[in-house]
């Protein structure tokens, strides 16, 4: 069964370093997301990414923020100076085009900042 | 009042009972409604959409009642591999949105 796929699966970093966080989406799933899960917290969306361009953003998603789809099958969430509250899990999802929105996640990424 | 509720439980049950979810959400204008479930440090993974007619898949039932803003999900028959916390997750509209997650239900069955 095709999966989401993330890497690593556990970054550590000092606060104010960046971070590149990988994602192979599903491969023929053409809507990309990122969502964040802070430890006990709900899962909270951050971007959707469509058609090589951002389709949405939450207030999360700063100016600190980047995504990009570097080739064919990677895409990627950038954190530019990482802040000590940027630690958490980091999903990536994808999903079909088309009405039923479901949507799958791989197994995330946790950072944690220091 | 928040997005998605859910009482966060924890639901202790016993292994083969039958265990029922609620949640209400607040967007009348949400159109998708899943159950999500999530194993401790894990991804959510897909349970089952919510149709407006109400769905069934093996021991699981969903039922969608837009006029109240609630979602349910009946377990039947539960069993230890059921123990996760319970995502409700909506979203505003029909093709490729953003999903608004609840906090979670969390159930424990016990042998």
């Known amino acids: 069964e095709p999966e989401v796929t993330q890497t690593p699966s556990h970054q550590v970093t000092q606060m104010g370093q960046e971070v590149i966080l990988r994602c192979v989406p599903i491969?023929?799933?053409?809507?990309f997301y990122w969502y964040r899960q802070i430890l006990g917290q709900k899962v909270e969306f951050l971007v959707s990414?469509?058609?090589?361009?951002?389709?949405?953003k939450s207030e999360i998603f700063d100016d600190q923020f980047s995504v990009e789809r570097p080739d064919g099958s990677n895409f990627t969430l950038k954190i530019r100076s990482t802040k000590l509250e940027d630690s958490a899990m980091y999903f990536c999802?994808?999903?079909?085009?088309?009405?039923?929105?479901?949507?799958?996640f791989g197994p995330g990424t946790r950072l944690t900042v220091l | 009042r928040k997005e998605v509720e859910q009482d966060p439980g924890p639901f202790n049950v016993p292994e083969g009972a039958t265990v029922a979810f609620n949640c209400t959400y607040s967007?009348?204008?949400?159109?998708?409604f899943f159950w999500y479930r999530q194993d401790c440090r894990k991804e959510p993974k897909l349970l089952m959409s919510?149709?407006?007619s109400g769905n069934e898949d093996g021991r699981f039932t969903a039922q969608l009642n837009r006029a109240s803003q609630y979602i349910s999900l009946l377990i039947r028959d539960s069993k230890l591999s059921d123990s996760a916390t319970y995502l409700c997750?909506?979203?505003?509209?029909?093709?490729?949105?953003?999903?608004?997650f609840g906090t979670g239900t969390r159930l424990t069955i016990i042998p």
């Open positions: 997750v909506v979203s505003a509209n029909f093709g490729n949105e953003k999903l608004t």
């Open positions: 967007n009348s204008a949400s159109q998708s």
């Open positions: 491969s023929n799933h053409l809507y």
């Open positions: 919510v149709y407006s």
């Open positions: 999802a994808s999903s079909e085009l088309g009405r039923s929105n479901e949507q799958f």
């Open positions: 990414f469509y058609n090589n361009e951002i389709s949405e």
